[in-house]
T-cell receptor
């Protein structure tokens, strides 16, 4: 079991560039989500998905797109990067069964937008 | 709406002191789950504990203990006899049915030798 994997670990972009942060899990979890972590603000939910083909917005969705074509993968797309998107991004997954929603986190992607 | 507040931004203690990290939450649901996560300097998020809203029993795990009080909407975390390895950022989080996890701002604990 690899758990939750994220690639890349580090990325530097220029303003206006696009990129996709990859997230995959091998635990057959229905629920997957993306968070960003900024100093003093904890982790804020960007987008989440309760299953393949179903996505919804979290607290800070602007500037990000997601899709969920398979149970395993949940990529996060930045269409036109902005310096305000400089952050550490975490992907997480969990079961949806009541009482089992401990979320497993990936190692994070540190993104810098210049 | 859900909300989690960790009023202590930073705490500094000397090794072997006891320390309590506060967490206050808001939710309208009767069924919810509370979590604590640890983020050491290496950056990964480590799950510490999960509590559901129907179980107000306090829990102890080694030097760690958790006090859940629905009457005050609090889920506080105490480290007894702190150690340098406890230095980390600690997050309290709340989840309602459906899986969305809402985090507090985090408390940075520094344990000095």
């Amino acid at each position: 079991n690899a758990g939750v994997t994220q690639t890349p670990k580090f990325q530097v972009l220029k303003t206006g560039q696009s990129m996709t942060l990859q997230c995959a899990q091998d635990m057959n979890h229905e629920y997957m989500s993306w968070y960003r972590q900024d100093p003093g603000m904890g982790l804020r939910l960007i987008h989440y998905s309760v299953g393949a083909g179903i996505t919804d917005q979290g607290e800070v969705p602007n500037g990000y797109n997601v899709s969920r074509s398979t149970t395993e993968d949940f990529p996060l797309r930045l269409l036109s990067a902005a310096p305000s998107q400089t952050s550490v991004y975490f992907c997480a997954s969990s079961y949806l069964r009541t009482g089992y929603n401990e979320q497993f986190f990936g190692p994070g992607t540190r993104l810098t937008v210049l | 709406a859900q909300k989690v507040t960790q009023a202590q931004t930073e705490i500094s203690v000397v090794e072997k002191e006891d320390v309590t990290l506060d967490c206050v939450y808001e939710t309208r649901d009767t069924t919810y789950y509370l979590f604590w996560y640890k983020q050491p300097p290496s950056g990964e998020l480590v799950f510490l504990i999960r509590r559901n809203s129907f179980d107000e029993q306090n829990e102890i795990s080694g030097r760690y203990s958790w006090n859940f009080q629905k009457s005050t909407s609090s889920f506080n975390f105490t480290i007894t006899a702190s150690q340098v390895v406890d230095s980390a950022v600690y997050f309290c989080a709340l989840s309602e049915a459906g899986g969305k996890l809402i985090f507090g701002q985090g408390t940075e604990l520094s344990v000095k030798p």
